[in-house]
């Protein structure tokens, strides 16, 4: 997992210029998309709040469609895993990386599964790993 939430933490400093902040609770329900490796599945909950911070810092917009949160949610995904190519090939890592999907919104978060979770003013994004 460590890879994946490197390119995490490396996408939304390159594209946002603020450092995300770890903390200990995740969110249970929010926007989701997800990446696969090899190894794992990767899924990503963003709450309605980071994915407006997204907008705001990407987009510069401060209303944003729903549209635009559902390709924001993608557009994030997408992010992280070509910053994650970088860094196995760095690493001289071989795996097999899939095309982000968009799983929509959704309450239901693997909450039994391994997490990390962060925070950017008032959102929050949590990344949960499935092993295959």
């Known amino acids: 997992m460590e890879v994946i939430i490197e390119s995490f933490i490396q996408t939304i400093q390159t594209t946002t210029g603020v450092t995300p902040e770890q903390i200990p609770q995740g969110i249970t329900h929010g926007y989701c998309s997800k990446i696969s490796t090899s190894e794992a599945n990767f899924y990503f909950y963003s709450d309605i709040e980071f994915l407006h911070f997204l907008s705001h810092a990407i987009l510069f917009e401060s209303n944003p469609q729903k549209e635009d949160l559902y390709d924001l949610c993608n557009e994030l995904a997408n992010l992280v895993i070509g910053k994650a190519k970088v860094l196995y090939s760095q690493q001289n890592i071989q795996t097999t990386l ?35």
């Open 98 to 132: 899939s095309t982000p999907s968009f799983l929509g919104e959704t309450s239901n978060a693997p909450s039994h599964l391994e997490g990390i979770h962060f925070a950017i003013e008032k959102g929050k994004c949590s990344i949960y790993k499935e092993k295959l």
